[in-house]
């Protein structure tokens, strides 16, 4: 996967950014990039060379869907996040992207941008999720998935572009649930099985029929297009072996990086600094 080395390299920088922050000189630009996820918030920083250099996240239940249900709960979370940088770096932050799901209704986009700026950010940018991903994977011809908490938001691109967008309920969240029936365990308990790295090979007979209720949506969703491969992204993607079951059923080469849950922030803040660079 060479052509995913920029964007692993990338995505590496930031996991370590997150642990130990990049000092920045005084004068420096730095943009954010907030990502409300379904099972994490998200906050991702990098300067003006778009780099990353610092990061942070909570787990948080304050969107369901796609949709923002907890605002209050939301915007603390962003604060705290971004005080917690802030102190780390030793300056403030002050501008700021976000994203949304694909098909996501013009008052709910606004929901998410008053997060980002009622937590003191200026909103450079609002974009849909498998857009942002898309440019950290360099992405001119294809199609970007990205399989979140609760729904999975498709992006076609041809030559660079954008051209079609969409998005379904059906992601980690039903992964999670399936786990906790099949288990008779709690929701938290199927969640801290699901993400468990060695728990996952046992697990997989039990989510295999979500998986393929995701690649049923991709390949609705792309069947009026010419798409030669598909690119993965988003929390429930890290899942091992769900590329092979989407490549399966779609027909598709299908590629993901190799951590696609932080791919979706640190477009966000990219698009911020790309957007203040224009």
Request: net charge negative; with cysteine.
């Amino acid at each position: 996967m060479e052509f995913l080395q920029d964007a692993n390299r990338l995505i590496k920088k930031f996991e370590a950014a997150i642990a130990n922050p990049v000092p920045v000189k005084g004068g420096t630009n730095l943009f954010a990039g907030v990502d409300l996820g379904t099972a994490y918030i998200v906050l991702a920083v990098v300067d003006q060379d778009g780099e990353p250099v610092a990061g942070a996240m909570r787990y948080a239940e304050v969107v369901k869907d796609g949709l923002l249900v907890d605002y209050v709960g939301a915007l603390d979370i962003v604060r705290e996040l971004k005080r917690e940088i802030e102190a780390k770096l030793g300056t403030e932050l002050s501008t700021a992207g976000t994203a949304y799901p694909p098909g996501t209704a013009e008052a709910d986009r606004r929901s998410i941008r008053y997060v980002a700026e009622g937590a003191g950010f200026k909103v450079a940018t609002v974009v849909d999720e498998p857009t942002v991903a898309g440019r950290v994977l360099g992405i001119r011809n294809g199609a970007v998935v990205d399989i979140g908490g609760g729904t999975t938001g498709i992006a076609v691109i041809q030559d660079g572009e954008v051209i079609y967008v969409a998005d379904e309920p059906t992601g980690g969240t039903h992964f999670t649930l399936v786990i906790a029936g099949a288990y008779h365990i709690s929701y938290a308990d199927a969640e801290q099985l699901k993400t468990d790295p060695q728990k996952q090979q046992s697990l997989f007979p039990v989510v295999k029929p979500v998986m393929e209720k995701v690649a049923s949506i991709i390949r609705r969703h792309i069947e009026q297009f010419q798409v030669d491969n598909l690119y993965l992204t988003g929390g429930a993607s890290c899942f091992s072996g769900i590329e092979k079951v989407v490549e399966a059923y779609v027909g598709i080469p299908t590629w993901k990086p190799d951590n696609p849950f932080l791919v979706t922030p640190v477009g966000i803040a990219l698009s911020a600094q790309r957007n203040w660079e224009v």
